[in-house]
């Protein structure tokens, strides 16, 4: 068993250094820029008269409403979220969203910054920034939405726990646990539209890259979970990743703090990761 983990790790690592050099070499990165940028600007542009419309219903209850949610769902938010969810005694669901906000946080930033698509030009749209994160956000490029991919993945991630450790299994349960995530990822998807943050093709990527990454995510988790309690070589390999992560993520046309951002929380699975990984020893 060890000798096939051992096997596995070193062609995951091999294969993000093959990738980090064939694609240095190659310019991978500005050739699906080339490609893409384009595409998705034209619908931002088209995007814009749709933008208005919605703004159209302009109100201070809104501006309110829409960024309070926008904060509620936000990298900020988990970083103080997260660290309670350890503390109340979920450790497995504090685990798992962390590495799952971290894996959100990097597969999302990494397109922005491959595509390189600009946000909703401003004017004409309005845009809204209460507070720092948001203005923060607004120097970041545009597709896909973070906030409707994030919320698509935790949100539904932290629903399947509840359900699946839940004893009231009843269908009227589960239908209004659905009904209460759909219902959460509209407010957000609108109210980033609303907010002028985002277009409406930033959404749908988001959450057709937060659908993908949850149903992957579901597929995958307990392996992950099963291998940083009881894997071998796990802090020296999770290092390794964490470290040619930072090597593979791409170059954006302009700088943007999308690669802080990663860092960061990069940062904190591998703090996660280690601690348990330790505490397992």
């Not at 068993?1 to 050099?21: N, P, Y």
Request: hydrophobic content about 50%; overall charge neutral; proline content about 4%.
């Amino acid at each position: 068993m060890e000798s096939v983990l051992a096997a596995w790790q070193v062609a995951t690592l091999g294969g993000i250094v093959s990738w980090i050099m064939i694609s240095s070499c190659l310019n991978v990165t500005q050739k699906l820029r080339s490609l893409l940028q384009p595409w998705v600007t034209h619908y931002v542009i088209i995007g814009t008269a749709f933008i208005l419309q919605i703004q159209k219903y302009q109100h201070k209850f809104l501006d309110s409403l829409f960024s309070g949610l926008s904060c509620v769902v936000s990298v900020p938010f988990y970083t103080g979220f997260l660290p309670l969810v350890f503390w109340s005694g979920h450790v497995k669901l504090a685990r798992h969203m962390t590495l799952l906000m971290a894996f959100c946080d990097y597969l999302g930033n990494t397109i922005k910054d491959t595509v390189s698509a600009p946000r909703p030009s401003c004017p004409p749209v309005r845009r809204v920034t209460a507070t720092k994160d948001e203005k923060e956000n607004a120097l970041e490029y545009g597709l896909p939405s973070s906030h409707t991919l994030n919320t698509v993945c935790l949100a539904g991630y932290l629903l399947h726990y509840v359900l699946s450790y839940s004893q009231n299994n009843y269908a009227v349960t589960q239908f209004a646990g659905v009904a209460l995530l759909c219902l959460l990822v509209g407010l957000i998807a609108v109210g980033r539209i609303y907010l002028g943050m985002h277009s409406l093709v930033d959404i749908i990527a988001g959450l057709a890259l937060g659908l993908a990454v949850l149903a992957f995510w579901l597929t995958v988790h307990e392996y992950v979970d099963n291998f940083i309690i009881s894997g071998h070589n796990v802090l020296s390999f999770w290092s390794a990743l964490s470290f040619l992560l930072l090597f593979a993520y791409p170059t954006p046309e302009l700088p943007t703090p999308s690669f802080e951002f990663h860092t960061a929380f990069n940062g904190v699975a591998l703090g996660i990761v280690s601690t348990c990984s330790l505490i397992c020893l």
